[in-house]
């Protein structure tokens, strides 16, 4: 992600907690997520890195540790202008912890190989710190079995994201050649399918530096109005003009960037816990964007997109659990009772093939979706914690 959209997303994350602050109970559990339980998961191996966030930056406190698995411990202290922290080597994001306002805590793990590291918090007076990561990466502490499943989950989530990815481009030409024909009923509804597939895989569509804004910005992550792209630009075409007018070009790259997509993530390498974090993000997007209404303000598809992340989330978990079932069984059977506690949440949103828009909701239904959320999003954070490190 670029500067400036870190500057916004804290603008907006700003604003968010203010509509969260609304459903106290949705707050209490990010602010608290972390706090209790995410080291009785650690496996004793795992060392922990204590990052403070601040309008300086977020140096680590050594620039050179050992290699293995290692949870990243965020707080932000003070700082009013940052709200993230994003673990980054050659222009990935392996990692990152969003939303983190003044005074809140979060972390993520992941299994560290030896190389070098840069903590990136955008907006900051020093936005880059690097981090070296030295000696031998770690062999795996899991047992025979629990390596097989986790190997297993690993291909099989790959599967998953090409798959989405080849269903987003396919999608997505669709609705470019009803934008062509200048259809906006039609091009609407071809605007959901590609909707769902890219939630489902957002966070992997994040972890490739810019093409996450370029698909899915806001207006406002943009200096100039021309530089507002993607899916969001042509909802703004459709729902709030009511017109397809001089959306081919913007149709045509928002192809093109689907089309990169798909080809950086043939070539993904990622790992278990990796697989976790990004199961985590998905719901701290549906808290941060979709409970808003901030993420589809024309359109109003906010269930639509929010039901995109929960089942990209439940897919990682699903394909997870098998191996956290071996390694933290209380965890595996808590986690499955909040996704299907969430998926009942969201069942009487249920439209025929798609749902309800967001605006028809009232503010206690959001309340109730909201603390469904709250109540996934913590113990899920700590997946990645109770894996790392064995595969
Ligand atoms: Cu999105």
Redesign the pocket.
Known sequence: MTNKRGVQIAVRGAAVLGALALSGTALAACGSNDKSGGDSTATGNTQVLNITLSNKGCAPPKSEIPAGPTKFQIKNSGGTKVTEVELMQGGRILAEKENLADSFSGSFTLNLKPGDYELYCPGAETERSPLKVTGEAASSSGSEAEQAALTKAISDYRAYVQDEVNQLVTNTTALQAAIDDGDVARAKKLYEPA?LN??RI?PVAESFGDL?PRI?GRAEDFDSPEDFQG?HRIEMALWQDNTTDGMSPIAAKLVADTESLKKLVATLDIDAAQIANGATELMN?VAN??VSGE?ERYSHLDIL?MAG?IQGSEKAFTLLQPALEMTNKALATTVAQRFAEMNAAMEPYKAGDSYVLYNTLTADQVRELSRAVGALAEPLSEVAGAIVGKA
Do not use: A, G, L
Request: aromatic share 16%; proline share 0%; charged share 70%.
């Open positions: 909707r890219y939630e957002e996450d899915d899916f997007e964007s979709k993420e997109d992340n």
